[in-house]
């Protein structure tokens, strides 16, 4: 089971203005959220979140990609939602900054499954090697 860490990111211009932790319901309220269409996964686990903390939720920007997601980000559209893993490069290359938050956003866990019966094929295990980070 491989853990990866929600967080939300904004470019330099949003790392100026939150320079402390804010709240949720500070944050979907003052700034622009970019996040992935309904009924993604990761959409869904946003939706819940902000249920559980009693956060009105509706954001700016719907997108299909998580890819552009991240690239909506970068170029100062609003504060993204996607997994840390996803933007190590951008998060080390300064493209991108944590926002820090108030409460907690839990992790979300991906497991892999498969067939002790059948030989993988080289494309299999390189998506496996890929998803561990090997």
Do not use: C, W
């Not at 211009?13 to 959220?33: A, G, H, M, N, R």
């Not at 997601?69 to 996607?82: H, L, P, Q």
């Not at 190590?88 to 979300?108: D, T």
């Amino acid at each position: 089971m491989l853990k990866f860490k929600i967080v939300l990111h904004g470019n330099l211009e949003y790392k100026t203005q939150i320079d402390k932790p804010i709240s949720l319901s500070q944050l979907v309220s003052t700034y622009p959220i970019i996040t992935q269409k309904e009924p993604s996964t990761t959409r869904l686990f946003l939706n819940s979140l902000m249920k559980k903390n009693n956060v009105a939720f509706n954001p700016q920007f719907n997108i299909v990609s998580y890819s552009l997601v991240k690239d909506f980000a970068k170029i100062g559209m609003g504060i993204s939602y996607i997994t840390k893993e996803f933007a190590k490069e951008e998060l080390q290359n300064k493209e991108l900054y944590q926002i820090p938050v108030i409460e907690k956003i839990p992790g979300r866990q991906l497991g892999i499954v498969t067939v002790k019966s059948t030989i993988d094929t080289i494309s299999t295990k390189k998506l496996i090697d890929i998803i561990l980070d090997k």
